[in-house]
C-alpha cells in the first residue's frame, strides 16, 4: 500500500512523538533509581534512539515509508 506523502509525514512525527515519550520516561525512571543526571539523560538518548531506529525500521518493512506515490 502506497501512502501520499502527507501521511508519510505524519506516520514519522507520530513515531517522533513516541520515542520522545519513551525516552523522556526511560530517563526519568533511570534517574529515579539513582544514576546521575548526566547518566540518567544518557539512558533516555538511547532509549529514544532505540525506540525511533525501530519505528523507523518496522514502517519501512511494511512498506508505508520511503516512496509517495505520485499525483496523476
Do not use: E, I
Amino acid at each position: 500500500m502506497r501512502l501520499t506523502f502527507p501521511t508519510q509525514v505524519l506516520l514519522a512525527l507520530l513515531s517522533l512523538v513516541s520515542a520522545l515519550l519513551v525516552g523522556v520516561v526511560a530517563g526519568v525512571l533511570s534517574h529515579a533509581a539513582g544514576a546521575p543526571v548526566p547518566g540518567a539523560v544518557l539512558y533516555g538518548g538511547g532509549a529514544f534512539v532505540g525506540w525511533m531506529s525501530l519505528c523507523v525500521s518496522v514502517l519501512t518493512a511494511l512498506g508505508l515509508f520511503g516512496q509517495h506515490r505520485s499525483r496523476d
